[in-house]
């Protein structure tokens, strides 16, 4: 269950925050965020950010009101928490996220926002670019495992998409992503692909330099060199080069700076997506509820206000939509189930030390994603074997519950998996194949729930604000899979047919025709030939195996 935590105790230690005062761009007036709500049109553009983890309790006040807090130094326009020492304070006002409150109290509040099945982060960034759920948009997951389960293959390339995104719909209107999930190789013109840091594949710039678009690339190492200069030492003393950076803050700080260089320049994308990623490996190494996790969504908030001071400053405000949504929700763990421990002493799984993974060979395995788990088989007699087994530990353990392919099903999740498992309060899954079925869990809080065994418990916020959007309207809940038909709404973009979610027109004070439909978008999506393409990616699952 372990998650990427790599330097994020540098991260803590060091200044990540957004970007001083000096250099962010003057708040916009007040009169022209009022121009931005109330004058009629639709958007020139919609800015759709993801904060990792974000839930409505972090930007409303402790009664649930969408106000800043009192006493509080805003912007100008409310906005612009600018510095590390006014992130700081915000941790400990009366709402942790004030330029969200600020915007959420003046346009849309979502209260209670649903992921799909599982709520993992892969899931549900597609889910929010294309409606649909998982098993018709086809990322079921983080990872996809290969036949031997000896690899686990992030879900990074966008041929794995089964279904149009906003991306394909807007092409030819511009489209900027920056750490968006499952974007390596799309047709998206300003691109930055979610591409995690890996120091023994070289520099973070190296790995993203065939990938990216090249003058963003030129642009980050400008942005590196600033950072490393900001902070030339870790925490330890240790001086900093590009093979140590960017912590998590400092790409989400960087992934800011790009949107506000592209704001004042002569680049009009129709289509921004952002995402950032800091408050959740925060929250998995310190937990909910620790000052770190309230630093660390002030420190998001504060780059929020930082993108609308740009947005602001380049007169592109006025006729912008900005969209702000959590991806996955966080629960507290204290304790890590290892299902495949049982399946491997009724040899149902063949270790092998020298694999990645340890799997030498299955007959059934289970593939966790936090607060849940999938089980994979080979045939229907080792699916029975296995819940047979799985049924007898969870009623010793009392840490989880089977969940019946139909109830998987029903929400949308992975057609691959035979049956699921749902972690109860304070557990979480893990892959481990050795070992106890239950041990201390590494992190602090896991995502990756079911919304059927969530008991209403599983929800991220949303926030909507800007033109086309309405004024002070709160909704008491609506799905990750009605943001894109929404989006789409706003844009005049054509998404597929039938989508599994809906264009929430009562949040809308305008809308755009749709264009009329055209060819199916280049990739998986003309034949749905996943397994192929996971082999030209190297390996992968195979239909109708795990």
Same mark, same amino acid.
């Given at each position: 269950?372990?998650?990427?935590?790599?330097?994020?105790?540098?991260?803590?230690?060091?200044?990540?925050?957004?970007?001083?005062?000096?250099?962010?761009?003057?708040?916009?007036?007040?009169?022209?965020?009022?121009?931005?709500?109330?004058?009629?049109?639709?958007?020139?553009?919609?800015?759709?950010?993801?904060?990792?983890?974000?839930?409505?309790?972090?930007?409303?006040?402790?009664?649930?009101?969408?106000?800043?807090?009192?006493?509080?130094?805003?912007?100008?326009?409310?906005?612009?928490?600018?510095?590390?020492?006014?992130?700081?304070?915000?941790?400990?006002?009366?709402?942790?996220?004030?330029?969200?409150?600020?915007?959420?109290?003046?346009?849309?509040?979502?209260?209670?926002?649903?992921?799909?099945?599982?709520?993992?982060?892969?899931?549900?960034?597609?889910t929010l670019v294309t409606g649909l759920r998982p098993d018709r948009?086809?990322?079921?997951?983080?990872?996809?495992?290969?036949?031997?389960?000896?690899?686990?293959?992030?879900?990074?390339?966008?041929?794995?998409?089964?279904?149009?995104?906003?991306?394909?719909? #807007? %092409?030819? @209107?511009?489209?900027?992503?920056? &750490?968006?999930?499952?974007?390596?190789?799309?047709?998206? =013109?300003? !691109? *930055?692909?979610?591409?995690?840091?890996?120091?023994?594949?070289?520099?973070?710039?190296?790995?993203?330099?065939?990938?990216?678009?090249?003058?963003?690339?030129?642009?980050?190492?400008?942005?590196?060199?600033?950072?490393?200069?900001?902070?030339?030492?870790?925490?330890?003393?240790?001086?900093?080069?590009?093979?140590?950076?960017p912590t998590v803050g400092e790409r989400d700080a960087a992934f800011?700076?790009?949107?506000?260089?592209?704001?004042?320049?002569?680049?009009?994308?129709?289509?921004?997506?952002?995402?950032?990623?800091?408050?959740?490996?925060?929250?998995?190494?310190?937990?909910?509820?620790?000052?770190?996790?309230?630093? #660390? %969504?002030? @420190?998001?908030?504060?780059?929020? &206000?930082?993108?609308?001071?740009?947005?602001?400053?380049? =007169?592109? !405000? *006025?006729?912008?939509?900005?969209?702000?949504?959590?991806?996955?929700?966080?629960?507290?763990?204290?304790?890590?189930?290892?299902?495949?421990?049982?399946?491997?002493?009724?040899?149902?799984?063949?270790?092998?030390?020298?694999?990645?993974?340890?799997?030498?060979?299955?007959?059934?395995?289970?593939?966790?994603?936090?607060?849940?788990?999938?089980?994979?088989?080979?045939?229907?007699?080792?699916?029975?074997?296995?819940?047979?087994?799985?049924?007898?530990?969870?009623?010793?353990?009392?840490?989880?519950?089977?969940?019946?392919?139909?109830?998987?099903?029903?929400?949308?999740?992975?057609?691959?998996?035979?049956?699921?498992? #749902?972690?109860?309060?304070?557990?979480?899954?893990?892959?481990?194949?050795?070992?106890?079925?239950?041990?201390?869990?590494?992190?602090?809080?896991?995502?990756?729930?079911?919304?059927?065994?969530?008991?209403?418990?599983?929800?991220?916020?949303?926030?909507?604000?800007?033109?086309?959007?309405?004024?002070?309207?709160?909704?008491?809940?609506?799905?990750?899979?009605?943001?894109?038909?929404?989006?789409?709404?706003?844009?005049?973009?054509?998404?597929?047919?039938?989508?599994?979610?809906?264009?929430?027109?009562?949040?809308?004070?305008?809308?755009?025709?749709?264009?009329?439909?055209?060819?199916?978008?280049?990739?998986?999506?003309?034949?749905?030939?996943?397994?192929?393409?996971?082999?030209?990616?190297?390996?992968?699952?195979?239909?109708?195996?795990?």
């Open positions: 269950m372990k998650t990427g935590l790599v330097l994020i105790g540098a991260c803590l230690a060091l200044a990540c925050a957004g970007a001083s005062p000096e250099k962010r761009g003057a708040s916009p007036a007040p009169q022209t965020r009022l121009r931005a709500l109330r004058e009629a049109g639709a958007p020139s553009r919609v800015v759709l950010i993801t904060i990792a983890g974000l839930e409505s309790s972090d930007y409303l006040g402790p009664a649930g009101f969408a106000l800043g807090p009192a006493g509080y130094a805003l912007g100008s326009a409310g906005f612009a928490v600018g510095s590390a020492d006014a992130a700081s304070a915000s941790a400990d006002a009366s709402v942790r996220m004030p330029v969200l409150g600020r915007l959420a109290a003046e346009g849309v509040t979502g209260l209670r926002a649903w992921p799909p099945a599982p709520g993992s982060t892969y899931a549900s960034h597609a948009h086809g990322i079921v997951a983080d990872e996809a495992l290969d036949p031997a389960g000896q690899r686990a293959l992030p879900y990074h390339d966008s041929r794995l998409l089964k279904a149009t995104t906003l991306w394909d719909a #807007a %092409l030819g @209107r511009g489209v900027l992503a920056f &750490g968006w999930p499952t974007t390596v190789g799309a047709r998206v =013109e300003l !691109l *930055v692909p979610d591409v995690e840091p890996d120091p023994s594949a070289g520099t973070w710039l190296g790995q993203l330099r065939t990938r990216s678009t090249p003058q963003l690339v030129s642009d980050l190492e400008a942005i590196a060199r600033e950072q490393l200069e900001a902070t030339p030492k870790d925490a330890v003393g240790t001086k900093r080069t590009l093979s140590s950076w800011v700076e790009l949107g506000c260089r592209v704001a004042a320049s002569e680049r009009n994308p129709s289509l921004w997506l952002i995402r950032l990623v800091e408050p959740a490996a925060v929250v998995a190494a310190h937990g909910q509820g620790s000052h770190e996790h309230a630093l #660390a %969504l002030a @420190r998001a908030d504060a780059r929020i &206000g930082r993108l609308v001071d740009c947005l602001g400053a380049a =007169e592109r !405000l *006025v006729d912008t939509a900005i969209v702000v949504v959590g991806d996955v929700a966080h629960r507290p763990v204290h304790t890590e189930i290892a299902p495949n421990t049982a399946l491997v002493r009724e040899n149902l799984i063949g270790r092998d030390p020298r694999s990645k993974t340890g799997v030498r060979s299955w007959l059934a395995l289970t593939r966790s994603h936090g607060r849940s788990a999938y089980l994979f088989a080979k045939d229907a007699e080792s699916a029975v074997a296995a819940r047979r087994v799985l049924d007898a530990e969870a009623a010793r353990s009392g840490a989880f519950e089977v969940v019946p392919a139909a109830e998987l099903a029903a929400g949308g999740a992975d057609p691959q998996a035979w049956f699921g498992l #749902a972690a109860r309060p304070g557990y979480g899954f893990g892959n481990a194949l050795m070992g106890p079925l239950l041990r201390p869990s590494e992190v602090r809080s896991a995502a990756g729930g079911l919304p059927s065994r969530e008991a209403g418990d599983g929800a991220v916020g949303f926030v909507a604000w800007g033109r086309g959007v309405r004024e002070q309207i709160r909704v008491p809940e609506l799905a990750l899979v009605d943001v894109a038909p929404t989006i789409a709404r706003l844009l005049g973009l054509r998404l597929d047919e039938k989508l599994d979610g809906r264009p929430q027109i009562g949040l809308l004070r305008a809308s755009q025709p749709l264009p009329p439909p055209g060819p199916k978008r280049l990739g998986v999506g003309t034949d749905g030939d996943v397994e192929r393409t996971l082999r030209e990616m190297g390996g992968g699952r195979e239909l109708g195996s795990d």
